[in-house]
C-alpha cells in the first residue's frame, strides 16, 4: 500500500497540513469537514451524506479494528456494518492510522480499502488544530495532495493555484444562480465540489416547473461557459 508517502492538506484560509499519505495516491479538492464519533468510521466513509466532501475524523486513532466485507448483511438484508455499497467521502483526514486490524470479522485494513477504492487519505496532522479551524471559520474548501512515490515532491505553488481557481469557479456559479434563480425557476441551488477538471462543477439544483417541484443533479461535464449557455438556453432537466 502507499502508507508512508508525503502528502499535503491545503485549506482555502491558506492553512498547510503536512502528514504522511496512504490508501490510493491522488489529489483531490472539496469541503472538509469533521466528524467526532469514536467508532464507525466504516459507516461514517460510507455514509451517502459525505458525498465529495472530505472527512476529518476527530478520535485520535482509526483503523484499528479493520474493515469488514459488504456481505455482511442484517435481517433486512442491508450491509451491516456500512451505510452504503462503496466509500462516499472523497478522502479521509486522521491523526493517527493504525496498520494492523484487530478484529475477527477484518477483511482488509484502512489503509488497503481506502487503495481498493481509489480513496486518498492522510495522517500524522494535528486533527485538533484542523477541527477547531473548521469550527471557528465554518466549512472550508480544501485540496489534498498525496505524492506517488517516496521521493516525490508536492508543489505547494501548484496546489495553492487549483484551489484558487476552483473557489473562484463556484464563486462564480453562485453569483450566476443568484441572478438568475427569477428568470430560471431556481428555487434553491448548492454548489458543492469540483471534479478533476477545475471548471466542471457539481450542481445541485432545485427547479419549480408548472407541475410542482422537482429535483435536479446533474454532474456538469463540459467548461463552465458551455454550461452556462446550456442553462440560460435549455435550462436543467
Known amino acids: 500500500m502507499y502508507d508512508g508517502y508525503k502528502a499535503i492538506l491545503m485549506l482555502e484560509d491558506g492553512s498547510i497540513f503536512k502528514g504522511i499519505g496512504f490508501g490510493y495516491p491522488s489529489t483531490v479538492i472539496g469541503e472538509v469537514v469533521f466528524n467526532t464519533g469514536m467508532v464507525g468510521y466504516t459507516e461514517a466513509l460510507t455514509d451517502p451524506s459525505y458525498k465529495g466532501q472530505m472527512l476529518c475524523l476527530t478520535y485520535p486513532l482509526v483503523g484499528n479494528y479493520g474493515v469488514p466485507s459488504y456481505d455482511v448483511k442484517d435481517d433486512y438484508n442491508l450491509p451491516m456494518f456500512f451505510e452504503s455499497d462503496s466509500i462516499k467521502a472523497s478522502a479521509l483526514i486522521i491523526h493517527e492510522l493504525s496498520s494492523y486490524a484487530s478484529h475477527y470479522l477484518a477483511n482488509y485494513t484502512l489503509d488497503e480499502w481506502l487503495y481498493n477504492e481509489r480513496i486518498p487519505g492522510i495522517y500524522g496532522i494535528d486533527t485538533r488544530e484542523l477541527t477547531k479551524r473548521l469550527r471557528v471559520k465554518g466549512v472550508m474548501m480544501g485540496i489534498l495532495a498525496i505524492s506517488s512515490r517516496h521521493d516525490k515532491d508536492i508543489d505547494i505553488d ?50 419549480k416547473f408548472s407541475d410542482g417541484l422537482r429535483l435536479s443533479k446533474r454532474d456538469m461535464l463540459a467548461t463552465l461557459g458551455i454550461l452556462l449557455d446550456a442553462i440560460v438556453d435549455n435550462g436543467l432537466l
Request: hydrophobic share 45%.
Open 158 to 207: 501548484e496546489l495553492r493555484r487549483v484551489l484558487s481557481d476552483t473557489i473562484e469557479g463556484i464563486k462564480r456559479w453562485k453569483e450566476f444562480i443568484e441572478s438568475n434563480k427569477d428568470r430560471l425557476g431556481i428555487v434553491n441551488a448548492y454548489v458543492r465540489r469540483a471534479h478533476t477538471d477545475y471548471d466542471i462543477l457539481a450542481l445541485l439544483m432545485l427547479l
